[in-house]
């Protein structure tokens, strides 16, 4: 069993940055696939962005590409996304998730084994 719990959230106007963290626990996260998830009020939850278990794959939603850089260490058993140049249309809350043995292509989909609890991130213009 893998808990994940997210941090870096927070209130930012829009252009500013954040630097998300998903610190995970309960078994080691080096064979896993891990993703980031957001969700917006009265919206589906949506893809953002997924990292391979070495760290040497990413996709990104179109939405945030070229803005948001995803990032892990697994020494720390840790995942980062980093986001700039924020939006108001970037307010949601941000989810954590990971998946087994797979690719981080196969995160994308959102059938993920694991997920966190969430954290809010608020963008205002």
């Known amino acids: 069993q893998v808990q994940l719990v997210e941090s870096g959230g927070g209130l930012v106007q829009a252009g500013g940055s954040l630097r998300l963290s998903c610190a995970a626990s309960?078994?080691?996260?080096?064979?896993?696939?891990m993703g980031w998830f957001r969700q917006a009020p009265g919206k589906e939850r949506e893809f953002v962005a997924a990292i391979s278990s070495s760290g040497g794959n990413t996709y990104y939603a179109n939405s945030v590409k070229g803005r948001f850089t995803i990032s892990r260490d697994n020494a720390k058993s840790t995942v980062y996304l980093q986001m700039n140049s924020l939006k108001p249309e970037d307010t949601a809350v941000y989810y954590c998730?990971?998946?087994?043995?797979?690719?981080?292509?196969?995160?994308?989909?959102?059938?993920?084994?694991?997920w966190g609890q969430g954290t809010q991130v608020t963008v205002s213009s």
């Open positions: 309960g078994r080691t996260i080096r064979d896993m696939a």
């Open positions: 998730a990971a998946k087994r043995w797979t690719s981080a292509q196969a995160i994308i989909g959102g059938a993920c084994d694991y």
